[in-house]
């Protein structure tokens, strides 16, 4: 075994040595032409020598290039390609690259997928990159553009549901990703039951998301990574940017405040139904037959500052601040209920030299929900709330001959309350409360090595250690992450990866929405921390000259400590609410094929999903495995893009799914109670999620018709969601038939399907200027 | 005024939202279901011991529960005394009660006590339970109060032991018991124990309204069976609400054998 091992070492070097002796480095920075913005994630690349990488924090980037000359090209999401011409000779050499925005919004998918020769060549995969400007293009529901939905359309990424905004990333559950905005963790990222995202689409640049391979940076969270980045003020001149839409407008407004040296965007969003529906209840005051439509609205506010201390260090402050406002009042009743998330972050970033490069940053974060029920001297107060504050530090070094290290600490404090109730009246003749509270403590370390070989081999692979502590137990576990790319030749890479991940915050939820009432709680002696591992294997190869690049992907998860509840639990209000938890098992496995189309008129791209996905706990379904409900066998998406002519753009997305694995009982039985109750029919649940709702298929047309205003850019965006008005299977229900004459008889019973959205048309107008 | 003709643009697109049927009939293909006894058996101080012995349907089935003719229904007291309860179908009409087995012993079981029940039929299916007898709670004080639109709520008070964990169902009608309860739940001391409990209600009643209060004291079995029928009834109809399973107090069906211990107050709402 030993001589084996020095046997296959050995060769390696031999194959990797002599192509090493006669590389040199070649670095530098990827800016935005616009405002001198550091261009993070940007993708620099020699193509024909198959050897690529992607900018960092600062977008810097450094490259290991054999001798001779070399096309270096670099691209960006939203900006235009640079590229130079380099001879790459005895030394290393410094290049920078400025990069336009995209003239029109279809070159920009063009430039993402410009980048798919470094797609193929990257180390990393499972991961799915997208820009607010491409997200802008496609059809959304009620024009509201959402690019966390927009990611449901990437193959292994799964909504729950008609319309949310959950993601349900290769078997895990929503509540099991980790959702940073500019490095701060979003507790709930959803308005509205999950209808929306919190993301602004004008305050978001881009999102990369993880669906695997996950880098050692990141933890916390088993099941995927969404890492959003919020746009930068640019230093060049006061711009503004907007849109009116059918349900919501926005404004964002950036700038220098100092030339070159700070700047700052503002941005805001607010839906408007609650204006029209209190209009009608005006209208309709005295009508004795109308019910009164509560408020709704939501609102968000984005913003962040930078500003550049010298040429080597830089501060900047980013923060969100949204609420969910729901509310009713009536003469002696009053019902209000608000939730949302509030996040500042400040950071640092220093350059030591060229090659070393560290990230700090302070935030805090937190989720809270209130609820205030008033009917005359008796009020009702619930509410629930997790805080965080965090201190990180991250480095990136270049050590050279092929290696990038990355490493870094990380630690937070969490404070929960977890229902806290009060229920008093004015005369002080009732009065009691409930609630917990608790606190817990997390760190992570992690050292990761980006490790080019040889031009045909690289690696990443790290370890990451995690520990929390709250109410006295201690957890520690050492996570290792390894990706590994081999290139078979120049059109074809083969990659693979294993990540062991740990989960120490739980989301308490018991329905398949996302409710505004959900709890976070902690590990602690009677709850352990969740667990996932995954390993996936790989291959991908670009054809059509470049144009188009298929990648197909096999993966297996498996999950441990998993969270459900007993059956009739109880979450809203109770102090004992270990007592309401099952712990179990689950794994998924699954394949995916994603091709994409990148060059022409006609872009886009067509996602297959195969995938198995359950859960096993001893107090549900008799303790024997069942499918999640979220299990989908067959998942496709097909995007297309089409530039008609210089003003107009169509666009189309189509989606099929397997329906959602449900719940349905198959039997009843009559129930009579006590005296001075009807009797009434109860229904008998077996097995767990054993029943399919029918297939889920959809098609959103669109279409962008730039504008020619006075002053700046502006655009109508059509849209039209569900287009052939398919009825889609919301939920299943039984419903008593009774004999019309008596009201009373009960002549039968019929299963019922209810839809939720039909075809819905909408417009938006965007602008800028 | 610019509001108002924007709410008239939306009208129509409301309109149209609103006059899309989104719900339709659809057939649903459900394994066979083998039926299972259901049991029904209250036992309340004074008053004679009787059951109802049902089977449990395919949710699609014939509406009609099957009757279990051949089922032999014994309940044996504290005393030791096996009752058999006769198959003999009956009809109070008073109440609208429906009894598959009677017998003429009468309930006096104390506080503590414990009866068993066993229902066996020709098919070998065998249900067994038993009730622990409880003590009754009385209500305290029944009161109200009216707004300045002449309406009024409804305060129920009462004193929850401290050294025991206590379960109550908690119901009031209106007029009279028939025709089904105004409202009507269950809870248990955890949040409340030892302390003076109300029970309230909202702006629902008008002056000289009568209202029957019946507070009962109830086992935890019967607890948990109520909760989990009212979640299994919520789970059919709420997309939020995850399936739940019938929690039977009895052993081998579906059901319930426990035993009512309840005060009732009537009042006339005045002001």
Redesign the interface.
């Known amino acids: 075994m030993h001589i084996y091992r020095i046997t296959v070492v050995s060769l390696l070097l031999l194959i990797s040595l002599p192509s090493w002796a006669q590389r040199q480095v070649v670095q530098g920075y990827v800016r935005a032409a616009t405002n001198g913005e550091a261009l993070i994630g940007a993708t620099v690349s020699a193509p024909e020598a198959a050897i690529g990488t992607i900018t960092n924090e600062n977008g810097y980037y450094q490259l290991n290039l054999p001798e001779g000359e070399h096309t270096l090209q670099a691209t960006y999401v939203g900006y235009g390609t640079a590229t130079r011409t380099v001879t790459v000779a005895e030394s290393s050499q410094s290049i920078n690259f400025t990069l336009e925005p995209a003239s029109n919004e279809l070159k920009v998918v063009e430039v993402q997928a410009s980048s798919l020769q470094q797609k193929l060549n990257d180390t990393r995969m499972s991961v799915e990159s997208l820009s607010s400007r491409e997200a802008k293009l496609l059809p959304a529901l009620f024009g509201e553009v959402d690019l966390v939905k927009t990611l449901q359309l990437k193959p292994g990424i799964q909504s729950g ?1 008609e319309g949310t905004s959950g993601l349900y990333v290769r078997g895990g559950g929503p509540d099991q990703n980790l959702v940073l905005l500019d490095d701060a963790m979003i507790y709930n990222p959803s308005h509205l039951f999950g209808f929306f995202s919190v993301f602004n689409p004008d305050a978001v640049k881009s999102v990369e998301l993880y669906k695997g391979g996950f880098p050692a940076q990141f933890g916390g969270r088993l099941s995927s990574v969404v890492d959003v980045r919020m746009n930068k003020g640019n230093n060049e001149r006061i711009r503004s940017t907007g849109g009116l839409g059918l349900i919501s407008s926005r404004l964002t407004v950036d700038g220098p405040i100092v030339k070159d040296k700070l700047n700052f965007s503002v941005s805001g969003r607010r839906t408007y139904v609650d ?2 529906t209190r ?2 209840n005006r209208i309709k005051e005295g009508d004795k037959d109308y019910n009164p439509i509560p408020d709704y609205y939501f609102y968000d506010l984005n913003g962040n500052l930078n500003y550049t201390l010298s040429e080597k260090d830089e501060l900047s402050l980013s923060g969100y601040y949204g609420r969910d406002f729901f509310g009713f009042n009536d ?3 009053s019902f209000g209920f608000d939730w949302g998330n509030t996040m500042g972050n400040l950071r640092w970033r220093h350059k030591f030299n060229e090659n070393l490069y560290a990230t700090t940053s302070l935030t805090s974060t937190g989720y809270k929900y209130n609820i205030n029920n008033k ?2 001297i ?1 009020s009702f107060k619930l509410s629930s709330e997790v805080q965080d504050y965090t201190f990180k530090t991250d480095f990136d070094w270049f050590v050279g001959d092929g290696h990038s290290l990355k490493f870094g600490a990380q630690a937070t404090h969490h404070d929960f309350t977890v229902g806290r ?1 009060n229920f008093e009246s004015e005369d002080s ?2 009065s ?1 409360g ?1 609630g917990n509270t608790y606190s817990g403590s997390e760190f992570g370390l992690y050292a990761s090595d980006d490790f080019v070989l040889s031009p045909m081999l690289s690696f990443n692979y790290g370890l990451r250690l995690s520990g929390f502590n709250s109410s006295g137990k201690t957890y520690a576990a050492l996570e290792p992450r390894v990706s590994a790319k081999y290139t078979l030749n120049e059109h074809t890479s083969l990659k693979a990866s294993y990540a062991s991940m740990m989960q120490y915050v739980h989301l308490l939820t ?4 996302s ?1 505004p009432t959900d709890i976070w709680y902690p590990s602690n002696r009677n709850v352990q921390p969740q667990r996932s591992q995954q390993a996936a294997v790989g291959v991908s190869h670009l054809f059509g000259k470049g144009k188009y690049l298929i990648t197909n992907e096999i993966y297996y998860k498996w999950m441990q400590n998993q969270i459900d ?1 007993r ?2 639990a109880n979450l809203f ?4 609410l270990e007592n309401e938890f099952l712990f179990g098992k689950g794994d998924s496995y699954g394949n995916e094929l994603y091709l994409e189309k990148v060059n022409g008129k006609t872009t886009g791209w067509l996602g297959y999903t195969l995938s198995w996905t359950y859960r096993k706990f001893d107090g549900i379904n008799n303790g024997r495995r069942f499918p999640a409900r979220y299990d989908r066998r067959h998942d496709i998406s097909l995007v297309l893009m089409h530039q008609l002519n210089k003003r107009l753009s169509l666009t189309g997305a189509f989606v099929y799914g397997t329906g959602n694995a449900y ?16 009797p ?1 029919v ?5 097995d ?1 999620n ?2 399919r709702l ?1 297939a889920y298929h959809r098609l959103d047309l669109g279409a962008v018709l730039k504008l020619k205003p006075r002053r700046g850019e502006a655009d109508l965006t059509f849209s039209v969601y569900n287009v052939y ?1 398919r ?1 889609n299977p ?7 038939q009774k004999d019309k004459n008596n009201e009373q008889t ?11 959205f ?1 075809v ?1 048309p909408s417009v938006t107008y965007n602008f800028r200027f | 005024m610019m509001q108002k003709r924007l709410l008239y643009l939306l009208l129509p697109l409301l309109a149209i939202l609103t006059a899309c049927d989104l719900e339709k009939d659809i057939d649903v293909d459900l394994p066979y279901h083998e039926p299972q006894l259901v049991v029904e058996c209250y036992l309340e101080p004074g008053k004679q011991i009787r059951a109802s012995v049902l089977e449990s349907s395919g949710y699609f089935e014939a509406p009609t529960p099957p009757m279990v003719p051949d089922a032999e229904v014994f309940v044996t007291t504290p005393a030791g005394k096996r009752v058999q309860l006769k198959y003999k179908p009956l009809m109070i009409k008073s109440t609208g009660r429906f009894y598959t087995h009677t017998s003429t012993e009468i309930m006096n079981g104390k506080p503590g006590q414990v009866y068993q029940l066993e229902v066996t039929d020709g098919k070998g299916r065998k249900v067994t339970g038993f009730t622990i007898v409880q003590p009754k709670v009385p209500i305290d004080e029944v009161e109200w109060k009216f707004n300045d639109k002449d309406k009024a709520y409804l305060l129920t008070s009462f004193y929850d032991d401290a050294n025991t964990a206590n379960y109550y169902r908690y119901m009031t009608h209106i007029d009279s018991l028939s025709g089904g309860s105004d409202r009507d739940f269950v809870t248990s001391d955890e949040l409340t124990n030892g302390k003076r409990v109300s029970y309230g209600s909202a702006y629902d009643y008008e002056e000289n309204d009568t209202l029957i209060v019946t507070l009962y004291h109830i086992e935890q079995q019967y607890y948990d069976f109520i909760s989990s029928v009212s979640d299994a009834k919520d789970a059919n109809g709420n997309p939020f609400a995850q399936p739940s399973k019938i929690k039977s107090s009895v052993e081998g069906g579906f059901g319930i054998f426990t035993n009512l211990a309840y005060d009732r107050k009537t009042v006339i709402i005045r002001k």
Not at chain 1, 682 to 686: L, S, T, V
Not at chain 1, 730 to 735: G, I, N, R, T, W
Not at chain 1, 746 to 756: D, E, R
């Open positions: 549901g204006i029209f209009q009608l003469s002696g009743f009917i005359d008796f109730l003749t009732l009691f409930a018991n329905s398949g929405a409710l509840f059956d009739g209000v109770n102090d004992s719940s349905v009982p198959v039997a009843r039985f009559a129930f009579q109670d006590v005296e001075g109750k009807e009434t109860i229904p008998i649940y077996e767990r054993a029943y029918a008005n009825r919301y939920f299943v229900y039984f419903e008593q009960i002549i039968g019973f019929q299963a019922k399907q209810v839809s939720l039909p819905i």
